[in-house]
């Protein structure tokens, strides 16, 4: 016998039209669970859309999960939506769907668009609000200009479960307000100017550190509510630091209560296996030809936008949305109607996704990790790009740290792989990531990669994060890499925090907090970073020495730098630098200075002298630290 679920509908004609053809922006607004009054009654007006149902029923705590309680109406339009509200059901109750598909099955399914699910392994949905007095209006009416890309972008990337834990209980991970408390201090001494979370949507398998996403509207109830995530991001607006948030549109698990064969059809993912199923990662790849799937995923990246005042969202895996034959081989794939290796459908979605974005929230960014030479992914729609604000600079990752692990008597024969990524550095809006992915599955730490003795390798990583720092583009850094971590990333305990009792370690803290500061102090850092005009070579060909000279400029002259990198351990003495101006010129910065443990070799303030050298009318002789670079500004008298 069947509980009245009263006919309702939060849905207009035009909501179904624009959802019909993917259009619909907000859906979470009309899907989902929503707790309201309906003619001076309280209770809850539920929505999914599951077009290929028999029929859909809500069980739940409220009516001891009878499978027979309380089926939804179907609407009549052919939408494919089942709805209807049902009283007495309040915030906090939990539910799921059962659908009962053509074929016979009955298939017990989370929302969709649930804004909270039960803590994993337990996989019901919950009755939510994301209702929240936000604080943070100041930050949002200024933030254009901390997300502009004539700015000092510096990101901290980090898994929220596993960047410090309680060392009396290790094993539990702490909640968002926990994290708050230590996390602002923190960052505000490191200087980072923006935070990124790893996936924080909910996931029922924590080893996948939230890359496999069940929840997509809901923020996973590991680390507590949603409003105490609002009260994180709050936290770290009012002290000026941005919050970029990992967002995964390009698989789902095929978990039983999730997205997979929703009513019974391959519905959000396709059915061939060729398109729909994800070698790589045994998952699942959205529908993007299909409309409606492109409306659940619109919505759910302004969703986060939205409700949660993210300043970014950093898109997963970009490349395998692309290419149809991504981790395929022959015969694995189908090619599109032009007989070619193009996601067309992938291609339309992400330009829509970034133009729907950015018309909402034109001071936001968007992050495309793309590893591949796809032209134009930073490049605006009108002009053929994707549209993304940024992208992943893969290459020079993968260039830098292979050069690095060289011993240095080795790397005059492996110069081009350090010079290379100036090449390219403009075709894109490039972000220089040293990710999560280079401490994990056996790559060990970055400190790990480093050749030579203790003292080397610490020279090393700091010569190769100046050179991050004052190489164009924008500059992301993953937790434990800011005081030299030693062991791999392990998602399942705490970073090593006591390392920083010794004075290697503190030395690297130091010195990255250093470079924070001038990166932000300093305009030649980041007012052209995107641009050619903002970067000149002044010496790349002397391989024999390993010494790199270049310039970095911003709109006014006097504030250029000169960097010059010694990246062999010997001190260069008397070694002449090209000038671009003349006037005594001041040391901002060396690696090697004794407070970031350094050998302590010195380069006092030097006058330039009219002496022409390196097709400079100016020059000066400097004593070059070893394994180290330097940071020079002219004074301004």
């Known amino acids: 016998m069947h509980s009245p679920v009263e006919v309702y509908s939060l849905f207009t004609e035009f909501d179904i039209t624009l959802f019909q053809a993917g259009k619909h922006y907000k859906l979470y607004e009309k899907f989902g669970s929503?707790?309201?009054?309906?003619?001076?009654?309280?209770?809850?007006?539920?929505?999914?859309?599951?077009?290929?149902?028999?029929?859909?029923?809500?069980?739940?705590?409220?009516?001891?999960?009878?499978?027979?309680?309380?089926?939804?109406?179907?609407?009549?339009?052919?939408?494919?939506?089942?709805?209807?509200?049902?009283?007495?059901?309040?915030?906090?109750?939990?539910?799921?769907?059962?659908?009962?598909?053509?074929?016979?099955?009955?298939?017990?399914?989370?929302?969709?668009?649930?804004?909270?699910?039960?803590?994993?392994?337990?996989?019901?949905?919950?009755?939510?609000?994301?209702?929240?007095?936000?604080?943070?209006?100041?930050?949002?009416?200024?933030?254009?200009?901390?997300?502009?890309?004539?700015?000092?972008?510096?990101?901290?990337?980090?898994?929220?479960?596993?960047?410090?834990?309680?060392?009396?209980?290790?094993?539990?991970?702490?909640?968002?307000?926990?994290?708050?408390?230590?996390?602002?201090?923190?960052?505000?001494?490191?200087?980072?100017?923006?935070?990124?979370?790893?996936?924080?949507?909910?996931?029922p398998y924590y080893p996948s550190w939230g890359y496999q996403v069940t929840g997509y509207y809901a923020a996973s109830s590991r680390y507590g509510s949603m409003q105490e995530l609002m009260y994180l991001i709050e936290q770290l607006h009012l002290h000026d630091i941005g919050v970029i948030l990992d967002w995964v549109p390009s698989h789902f698990p095929g978990d039983a209560h999730g997205l997979y064969k929703f009513d019974g059809t391959h519905l959000y993912e396709h059915a061939d296996p060729r398109k729909g199923y994800h070698p790589d990662w045994s998952s699942y790849i959205f529908n993007y030809g299909r409309n409606e799937v492109r409306s659940f995923l619109i919505s759910n990246a302004l969703f986060w936008l939205d409700r949660y005042h993210i300043d970014g969202l950093r898109v997963d895996a970009v490349a395998s949305m692309l290419y149809l034959d991504y981790s395929r081989k022959e015969g694995e794939w189908i090619p599109n109607e032009y007989g070619g290796r193009e996601n067309l459908e992938a291609v339309s979605f992400l330009k829509e996704l970034n133009e729907a974005v950015y018309s909402h929230y034109p001071d936001v960014q968007t992050i495309a990790e793309e590893s591949t030479a796809w032209p134009g992914v930073s490049r605006p729609t009108f002009a053929g790009g994707l549209g993304f604000g940024m992208k992943w600079m893969m290459g020079w990752m993968h260039d830098t740290l292979n050069y690095f692990k060289n011993d240095p008597i080795h790397r005059k024969y492996n110069h081009g792989q350090i010079t290379f990524s100036t090449v390219y550095a403009f075709h894109e809006n490039f972000m220089l990531p040293l990710s999560h992915d280079e401490v994990v599955h056996g790559k060990g730490a970055l400190i790990g990669k480093m050749p030579g003795d203790e003292w080397q390798r610490f020279a090393n990583l700091r010569t190769l994060y100046l050179y991050m720092f004052t190489h164009p583009g924008t500059k992301l850094l993953f937790m434990g890499g800011e005081f030299g971590q030693t062991s791999e990333w392990d998602y399942n305990q705490s970073l090593d925090w006591h390392l920083l009792n010794y004075r290697p370690h503190l030395g690297m803290f130091r010195f990255v907090t250093a470079l924070n500061e001038l990166y932000k102090s300093q305009p030649a850092l980041y007012e052209k970073s995107f641009s050619p005009e903002g970067f000149e070579w002044v010496e790349l060909g002397d391989q024999d020495n390993s010494v790199l000279i270049y310039y970095r400029k911003g709109h006014d002259k006097e504030n250029d730098l000169v960097i010059v990198l010694n990246l062999t351990p010997i001190v260069r003495y008397y070694y002449r630098v090209g000038l671009p101006h003349k006037g005594e010129y001041e040391v901002l910065l060396n690696s090697d200075d004794e407070v970031y443990y350094g050998s302590g070799v010195k380069q006092e303030s030097i006058v330039a002298e009219a002496y022409h050298w390196m097709n400079k009318a100016y020059s000066g002789k400097l004593t070059l630290p070893p394994l180290s670079g330097l940071v020079l500004k002219v004074k301004i008298k």
């Open 34 to 203: 929503h707790s309201l009054t309906k003619n001076g009654k309280e209770g809850t007006y539920f929505a999914v859309w599951a077009p290929n149902a028999k029929a859909v029923y809500v069980i739940g705590d409220f009516n001891g999960w009878n499978p027979h309680a309380h089926l939804l109406n179907i609407r009549w339009d052919g939408s494919g939506i089942w709805e209807g509200f049902i009283e007495g059901v309040t915030i906090g109750q939990h539910y799921k769907y059962l659908i009962r598909s053509t074929n016979g099955e009955n298939l017990e399914k989370g929302d969709p668009f649930a804004l909270c699910w039960e803590e994993p392994p337990k996989t019901a949905t919950t009755v939510a609000t994301t209702w929240y007095e936000w604080q943070d209006e100041e930050w949002i009416a200024k933030r254009h200009l901390h997300n502009a890309l004539d700015k000092p972008i510096s990101v901290y990337e980090l898994h929220l479960g596993s960047w410090i834990r309680d060392p009396d209980k290790p094993e539990t991970i702490l909640s968002y307000g926990q994290v708050a408390d230590k996390l602002i201090p923190y960052i505000k001494e490191t200087g980072f100017t923006h935070v990124e979370f790893m996936p924080l949507m909910e996931h």
